[in-house]
């Protein structure tokens, strides 16, 4: 689980200030106030440690990518390729790591790691001028180290703190370039005879990406049919297209949605939340016939007896679809970016959203019977979301620190993050000015126009702001 997220000169940010994350991560504000762009910049991460080409910095995607970024320029902070893009980020993992100093004997362990790194060009391509590994256990730092770009020259130099490697005998050719933005090359295990766990760095940054999945802000459109072979995919897919896929997957999975409550198959979770939140009466995926791999998705409404297939309900269900079957779907330790997922819901659906979420951070697994440790790091527009959490914390159903909420601005050329401090009974000490709009100033707007034109109405003469 992310722990705390700092981006500099990565397009309208200069700087974001040291983001601080919890389950529920909220990023809310104006409109190209840079708020998509965190969740980018994690995914264009993600592309580029899953990218085959070990020699590319940062992979910006294609087409068929989460997104498309384009050149360093475009990404660069005003587009200023004498600026270098900087990030930082401090990370939960799953498993504690844990090694042997082959010459000291000293075993180092830890369960949170951080990462740096500083990314500039040199007008054609970027590279990395400097990246960082700290380990830590119980916020107690146990070693660093890290490998930094000689200034004016290609070389690079690795060193540690609390920790002393130790050359291996023979010559000493320069070091590699670092693998992508992030990895140790192979020549500083090969020119050290300690050097080993640099490997396992590496490792513990893939697992942190692997385990990071996205879903846009437009979902495919409903279809009569759906092909599956049976096949489990890795997530929704970013726009949903594997929402029924990955549903009919996981039927056999059992979840419950808190310690000591009942488990529940997959379809029934899904069915019931669907149910809470106003949008159907009863929910099922059938196979068309034993002979063929194709389903169809049916749905009772409320307001009648009969079926339909799923592209005839309203628009909402199919786009909020997707956001539940990934968010029970996921495994265990997942980290999940989502972009708008309430588009398209009426406000009680969008409130009932927020119990959702909540539900996912707290859902066991059967087969573990542990906390599935999901993250959520949402992009919203929803005041009835954010006002259903603020509630919840209120009523103890969710501590605060489990929800942590940012607002968007544009400050001058500048994006600018600020942390809405939450308390104890959910409100709101620093609401930003027209958060929401001015629903005050409209309703004492409306009241005095209202009043005008019915003294008017009565020939009642009004003078100055009376």
Known sequence: MLETLRIKNFKAWKDTGTIEMAPITLFFGENSSGKSSIGQFLMMLKQTAASS???????????????????????????????????????????????????????????????QATIASNEKIPFVSGLKYGLFKADESKLSVGMYREEGKANYEVNADNYELTRSRGRAWPLGAPIRFYGFPDEVVAYHQNADFVRDLNFQHEQLFQSISYLGPIRTKAKRLYS???????????????????????????????????????????????????????????????????????????????????????????????VLVQCFYAPRDSIIIMEQPEIHLHPRAQSALADVMIDVIKSQSKEDRKCRNVQLIIETHSEHFLRRLQRRIAEEEIEKDKVSAYFAKISGKQSKLEKLEIDAFGNIRNWPEHFFGDEMGDIMKQTKSALRRRREQKGITLSGDE
Request: glycine content about 6%; hydrophobic content about 35%.
């Open 53 to 115: 080409d070990r020699r590319i910095v940062f992979y910006p995607g294609r087409d068929d990518a989460a997104v498309q970024l384009g050149s360093f320029r475009e990404m660069v902070y005003g587009r200023d390729l004498s600026e270098e893009i900087e990030f930082e980020y401090r990370w939960s993992s799953p498993n504690t790591l844990s090694f042997k100093d082959p010459i000291s004997e000293r075993i180092y362990s830890g369960d949170k790691l951080d990462f």
């Open 228 to 322: 599956w072979t049976g096949v489990e995919p890795e997530n929704v897919g970013n726009s949903g297209e594997n929402a029924i896929a990955a549903f009919l997957a996981a039927r056999r999975r059992r979840i419950n949605l808190g310690a000591n409550m009942r488990y529940k198959s997959f379809d029934e979770i899904i069915a019931s939340k669907l149910k809470e939140m106003g949008l159907i009466e009863k929910f099922e995926v059938q196979a068309i016939s034993d002979q063929r791999q194709e389903f169809e998705v049916r749905l009772r409404t409320r307001l009648s007896k009969d079926w339909v297939d799923l592209p005839d309900v309203g628009f909402g269900i199919s786009q909020v679809l997707p």
